[in-house]
């Protein structure tokens, strides 16, 4: 079915580059052109009968130098079988930047900032672009493979020394200082 | 049977006392319910610290390594999805008499550290579950609340730790 | 500011008294709002004009810490989602990985696994049932649902060892058996809890005070459900036939015989807090029904399916949804073949929920946005992740 919706995208939306990919194992996806989102959801939305944008969510691939934003949708038809559909688009890792679909389904409001706070994909013309579960003034995106915990936040130190319980620590010591330390047995 | 706001919100002269009584029988009807849980029915709550709860077998409280019995495999280590165990050892020097675990599996490595950190601990029971030898089960112990952070972490290589075994352990 | 109006006070105009907006903030240590949910809110008098939520106040990055560990070891995360639900959280994840590696799950763990999840949704049902009389003022119907909730919580101690974290569904199986003294204790269980559920109703559903709190107010339109991704009994409510146990069905649930409930609008009209409080009221008297239909088909066998020592499932992506107590969750699971999950997204049903409250919210009484909040159900950890 997956594969019909391809080429009904690309008949429907020029310039939409729909590739339909079959995976041995799980689902199958769909590519399309990162250019042409806001028609193709559309187009899904109207004449596919994809009323539930489930969720849009990121994957950073950092050997591609890549990240790919997944749209999944569902119908909630019941006559309809077979529904999900992965939608992905890939853009480019340094300036990621995509059309906000926010028009054709609320629900990709907190999704897209979601993926915002996640993954820094930069959504175009989304109402309200900030971050929703990091405060609003973090910095970094936790969600992508090279992302290294912060140790500081305006000059407040990340868990700090005092809130550290020191058994690691004194594991590295034990075992680098003296390895065949004798500890009496009961 | 399903009616818009508008009309619901219409207030006729029959519907006030209707409300009014549709109240007050709705409402008696509640209170009796909960009148008669004064006498109809057993008190299901105890008190704590001098009624305790009788646990469950399986129930997963504080961890416990029984460390002549450990052959330090860094199975329960590997297994841990928050890293609260801290396993070392050494090898045995040759010629030394290799002792065994109460199943039969010979103790190849000397243990040299057994730490827990409890505070870390999820207590999910992955590090129980890969355990070779089961010496490392949970306990019952739910009462060992610490005054610092350190105290938490237990060193099942010490002798105090034998008297907390002998209180909650049953044989 | 444009909501800035002027009145006019002792008729001159230079005694005009300036309005404005009033914002305060519920949250985020609100005994209202079921966790740490922090509600911006515009108030114009007691009239809500606009509601923002704040999240993040329990952000832990769970999926970070998913990419860490092994796949076995993301069990015990998926359990601190949907805290009071976690039997449900679990065996959406296991289902994913299964589905990745092509195990096939024994016949006798998906009785158990059925049984387990739909008792989950009774428990579930019953803290939103007992929270939500808590929100309108009700005290004592808490108490009682926590005492029936006490019941399952002990059976589930009994069965996995702990009492809300429970680290229970594995992939390829459950932990434990279940014995035939449980599953009898499970019978009597489900006869207690459907006189309990009649108590229910006429304490709290039908009580003329509660259904004026609740009735009429926070209307969702079925197009609102859909634009916003809604779904579970939030969905239901609105009066849409919609449960993913019945229509795509997973495991067992195409050989059972259940009904789906949606808001027939018995008090007040469909899609408002009383409707899709009374599903849920619903929902556990049919939960009670399948799970009368599991403990008659229960089978003899193994509890755990083959499953290789190390799970490293091909390379792939797969997207898993279930029904849990809160409505449709998600696990989209990448994996690139090695030991530990490349990307593990979680479609949490309360985050999509939580983007309708300011559509909810505008122009309601600020007693009546509290009634709202609560007839969404919602489970900050899940909603944070």
């Known amino acids: ?186 | 049977m399903a009616t818009t706001i508008s009309e619901s919100n219409k207030l006729t002269f029959t519907g006030y006392f209707r409300n009014i009584y549709e109240a007050f029988y709705t409402c008696g009807k509640g209170m009796w319910i909960t009148f008669k849980y004064v006498w109809a029915h057993k008190p299901v709550t105890i008190e704590y610290p001098e009624v305790k709860e009788v646990l469950p077998e399986k129930a997963r409280m504080r961890l416990f390594n029984d460390a002549e019995n450990c052959i330090s495999c860094t199975q329960c280590a590997l297994s841990c999805p928050v890293d609260c165990i801290y396993i070392a050892s050494k090898p045995r020097p040759k010629g030394e008499e290799v002792p065994k675990t109460t199943n039969g599996s010979p103790i190849r490595q000397i243990l040299t550290q057994y730490t827990i950190d409890t505070a870390l601990c999820c207590y999910c029971g992955l590090c129980t579950t890969v355990c070779p030898t089961e010496c490392l089960t949970h306990s019952h112990d739910y009462e060992y609340s610490q005054y610092s952070l350190s105290g938490m972490k237990v060193d099942y290589l010490n002798d105090d730790v034998r008297a907390w075994r002998e209180r909650i352990v049953k044989e | 500011m444009s909501n800035t109006k002027t009145i006019e006070i002792g008729g001159t105009p230079s005694e005009k008294l300036k309005t404005d907006l009033l914002t305060i903030n519920m949250g985020p240590q609100h005994p209202a709002t079921h966790g740490v949910l922090r509600i911006e809110i515009k108030t114009d008098s007691e009239i809500v004009s606009e509601a923002i939520p704040h999240l993040g106040y329990l952000h832990r990055c769970m999926e970070k810490h998913c990419e860490k560990v092994d796949y076995r070891g993301v069990i015990p995360f998926t359990d601190r989602l949907d805290y009071l639900a976690s039997m449900s959280m679990e065996w959406g994840y296991s289902m994913a990985v299964e589905k990745m590696l092509n195990i096939e799950v024994p016949k006798r763990a998906e009785y158990i696994r059925c049984i387990i999840a739909e008792l989950q949704r009774i428990a579930s049902h019953l803290i939103a049932f007992g929270t939500y009389a808590i929100d309108l003022g009700a005290f004592s119907p808490f108490l009682y649902a926590f005492e029936m909730r006490e019941k399952v919580l002990r059976f589930f101690e009994e069965l996995s060892g702990a009492r809300l974290l429970y680290n229970y569904i594995w992939i390829g199986g459950v932990w434990n058996d279940i014995d035939d003294k449980q599953l009898k204790r499970i019978g009597k269980f489900c006869d207690e809890m459907e006189e309990e559920v009649k108590k229910y109703n006429e304490l709290v559903s039908f009580n003329k005070i509660f259904v004026e709190r609740t009735a009429n107010v926070g209307v969702l339109s079925i197009e609102d459900a859909y634009q916003y991704g809604a779904s579970g009994p939030v969905l239901r409510g609105s009066g849409v036939k919609w449960d993913l146990r019945a229509n795509r069905p997973y495991s067992l649930y195409s050989e059972l015989d259940f009904d789906v409930h949606v808001g027939e609008g018995e008090r007040g009209v469909v899609g408002d807090c009383w409707n899709r409080y009374f599903v849920r009221m619903k929902e556990v008297v049919e939960s009670v029904k399948i799970i009368r239909q599991l403990l008659d088909g229960i089978e003899d066998g193994p509890v755990m399916g083959k499953v290789p020592k190390v799970i490293k499932p091909p390379k792939g992506e797969i997207y898993i949804r279930t029904e849990c107590p809160r409505g449709e969750l998600g696990y989209h699971l990448i994996s690139d073949g090695k030991k530990t999950p490349y990307r593990l997204k979680v479609k949490s049903p309360c985050f999509t929920h939580t983007s309708m409250l300011p559509l909810l919210g505008e122009g309601q009484l600020i007693a009546d946005f509290v009634a709202t909040i609560g007839s969404i159900d919602i489970v900050l950890g899940e909603v944070d992740r």
């Open chain 1, 1 to 186: 079915m997956h594969s019909e919706l391809a080429n009904f995208i690309n008949s429907k939306v020029s310039g939409a580059g729909a590739v339909f990919e079959e995976r041995e194992v799980g689902d199958h996806v769909i590519f399309v052109d990162p250019a042409h989102i806001f028609d193709v959801s559309k187009t899904l939305r109207d004449e596919k009968d994809f009323k539930v944008l489930q969720v849009i969510t990121g994957t950073d691939y950092l050997d591609d130098k890549t990240i790919e934003v997944s749209y999944i949708l569902a119908t909630f038809d019941p006559q309809n079988s077979e529904d999900d559909l992965i939608l992905k688009v890939k853009l480019d890792r340094e300036n990621p930047e995509l059309d906000s679909v926010v028009d054709v389904w609320k629900s990709a409001d907190y999704q897209e900032r979601e993926c915002y706070d996640m993954l820094g994909v930069n959504f175009r013309n989304h109402p309200n672009l900030i971050r929703i579960l990091c405060c609003y003034d973090w910095e970094g995106f936790p969600l992508r493979k090279d992302y290294e915990a912060a140790k500081e936040y305006k000059g407040m130190t990340i868990y700090p020394e005092s809130k550290n319980n020191s058994a690691d620590q004194e594991f590295k010591k034990l075992s680098k200082a003296d390895p065949g330390i004798e500890r009496p047995r009961w």
